[in-house]
């Protein structure tokens, strides 16, 4: 089959673009050439296409310009067997882990964003070079030090005069899109792995941006995390693994790869070199997010959603994918991140106690979780996860974090019979190990099987129909505490069910409960209260009213809606309340034990 080639130039990242070009022999007539709309791992279409300027397509010594046959997808006028060169730049500003990024500090992308696919050629072999000039090694924001490649791909590189190229080999396009790219200044360290046959296995974390992080800090930290993965599910889907990380001021996000993964963190979540023997709250966040994205190496990427497995690459990154099974695989995930901190002596047991009291006060102060099932968030994906609005939290939950109490509650049920959740995942490892192509795609019929095999099939039906088909109320209190977890429980009104911050213009509305005092006055998000009773608003005046006013007292509201003013009476009496809760436990939990 003969090889892609592709070609990104970027002597215009001073603009944020790269001049790409695909050359490749046609195997059929008038061949398509399409992109991706949304990239693994998240679950929104991003049309890609939109940053893609018009196609044209050279063969022999004629050039045409590419007929738009679809948003993603053009067609080229050929014969089969004709050798064709297609050429268009790619605007790439996003800072995201998703799409592209190039300026003068750094050249990142993933292929999704960046590589059309031939339609039919999808398998062939691929050849990328990366021309990279000297203007960009050169620049004087890299403080005189030199960038270099981050990659998982097998690469070289290759200096010239004026430029240097890197060359990049996938065996496929969906090897390719897995497989992101940086090229910066970075700091970092490698370290090994060790499987249960007691090979090592190479791990690299690569660090770019202004920061000052302690490495050897972060060295240890996450080498335990990834042992303890490695101890647990015996060995590993990959070769070696790269973790690529930006540090910021304020950005955050990660997403996984086939052996990589891809980060973007503030840089105050680093540790520091005063970081306590205890990590920070903040040093917490990252090393979840660290935690969290490489176990889906495993937990996506080689056990996944049936539905993520179709062959038809075309097919499968043209259009929504939809599957109910979402809560399995990030909110087990959600689950696992913290808890590995812990069982791999990266935190305290009170920390992950404090973790897992934010992830239950979350839930508790979700007003959808009473309207949505579980199964139905990771189905919505598409149309509401990545598109938040001011009514989110009263209309759905989150598969993140009500999957990562579904797993909770899962786990102690399953230690009830003398079983863990991590036994449940290692046996669908297995399972993937087990077939040619090293995947399993899971499906609510094959899982059930599966629990059926951990669990007496009534246990694991009511299990599943009450709080995962179903609206029940999470049985948290009960679980929790016949596992040793003291659990303290405070309630904290929400002035009369409004969630507000002070600014400089007024007191704006961030969020109304449904059913509530001020959503009963006609108030929204986004509204900017100025005054109650003819005195200004303020967040401290909203809580003083509401601890204040009787049922039958009305306030007197003038607030803007846009830029017109309007005036409300809101009904004093009862605000809405949210239950909190803090866990403590006096010795240690044996459901938190090393349970590998």
């Given at each position: ?23 490749f022999t046609a195997h059929t007539d008038n061949p398509t050439v399409w992109l991706p709309t949304w990239i693994a791992g998240s679950y929104l279409i991003r049309e890609f296409a939109k940053n893609i ?171 335990k995390i990834c042992q303890f993965y490695v101890d647990w599910l015996g060995d590993t889907p990959f070769d070696d693994y790269t973790f690529m990380t930006l540090a910021t001021g304020n950005d955050y996000g990660g997403l996984e790869h086939l052996s990589s993964t891809s980060l973007v963190t503030p840089r105050d979540d680093l540790p520091s070199y005063q970081e306590k023997a205890e990590p920070s709250d ?315």
């Open positions: 089959m003969s090889k892609l080639h592709y070609t990104l130039d970027f002597q215009r990242f001073r603009e944020h673009l790269a001049d790409v070009s695909l050359t300027t018009a196609l044209t397509a050279k063969i022999g010594d004629k050039t045409q310009r590419c007929k738009k046959i679809h948003k993603n997808a053009w067609q080229i006028l050929a014969k089969q067997g004709d050798i064709i060169t297609v050429n268009y730049e790619v605007y790439a500003y996003d800072l995201s882990v998703r799409t592209a990024y190039f300026d003068q500090t750094r050249l990142y992308g993933n292929f999704s964003a960046l590589a059309v696919a031939i339609l039919g050629q999808e398998n062939a072999p691929i050849l990328v070079e990366l021309i990279c000039p000297n203007a960009f090694l050169q620049s004087p924001y890299h403080d005189g030090f030199e960038p270099t490649l981050a990659t998982a791909l097998p690469d070289k590189m290759h200096q010239q005069r004026t430029q240097t190229i890197y060359q990049l080999t996938a065996n496929n396009y969906e090897e390719l899109t897995d497989s992101p790219f940086e090229i910066a200044v970075q700091d970092g360290f490698e370290f090994e792995v060790f499987n249960q046959y007691k090979q090592p296995i190479l791990h690299r974390f690569l660090l770019s941006g202004k920061h000052s992080a302690d490495l050897e800090r972060l060295h240890d930290d996450i080498a903040n040093y917490q966040t990252f090393l979840g997010l660290c935690s969290h994205e490489y176990f889906h190496a495993w937990w996506v990427k080689t056990v996944c959603p049936s539905a993520m497995e179709n062959p038809d690459l075309n097919q499968l990154f043209s259009r929504e994918t939809n599957t109910n099974l979402l809560w399995v695989f990030e909110g087990f995930t959600s689950y696992f991140d913290d808890f590995v901190l812990q069982a791999s002596g990266v935190i305290s047991q009170d920390s992950y106690l404090n973790l897992l009291a934010k992830q239950i006060n979350r839930y508790f102060q979700t007003q959808g979780r009473e309207l949505q099932t579980l199964a139905e968030s990771g189905y919505d994906a598409w149309l509401k996860l990545y598109r938040p609005d001011e009514n989110s939290a009263n209309a759905g939950v989150s598969y993140y974090n009500k999957g990562a109490l579904v797993a909770l509650c899962l786990d102690l049920t399953l230690k009830q019979h003398g079983k863990r959740l991590l036994n449940v995942v290692k046996h669908f490892y297995q399972l993937a190990k087990q077939n040619p192509s090293a995947k399993f795609g899971m499906t609510y019929e094959n899982l059930n099987s599966v629990m059926y095999e951990f669990l007496p099939k009534q246990v694991w039906d009511n299990f599943r129909e009450n709080y995962i088909d179903g609206l029940t109320e999470l049985p948290l209190y009960e679980l929790l505490s016949e596992n040793g977890v003291i659990i303290k429980q405070r309630f904290e009104n929400l002035a009369f069910g409004i969630k507000a911050i002070d600014e400089p213009y007024g007191l704006k509305i961030q969020r109304v409960l449904r059913n509530s005092q001020a959503s009963q006055a006609g108030l929204s998000a986004n509204d900017v209260l100025l005054a109650f009773d003819n005195i200004k608003a303020s967040e401290k005046m909203l809580k003083q009213l509401a601890l204040n006013q009787g049922e039958d007292d009305e306030i007197l509201c003038h607030f803007f809606r846009r830029d017109e003013l309007m005036q409300t009476c809101i009904q004093g009496g009862g605000s809405p309340r949210f239950e909190i809760w803090q866990l403590t436990a006096t010795e240690k939990l044996e459901f938190l034990a090393k349970c590998v």
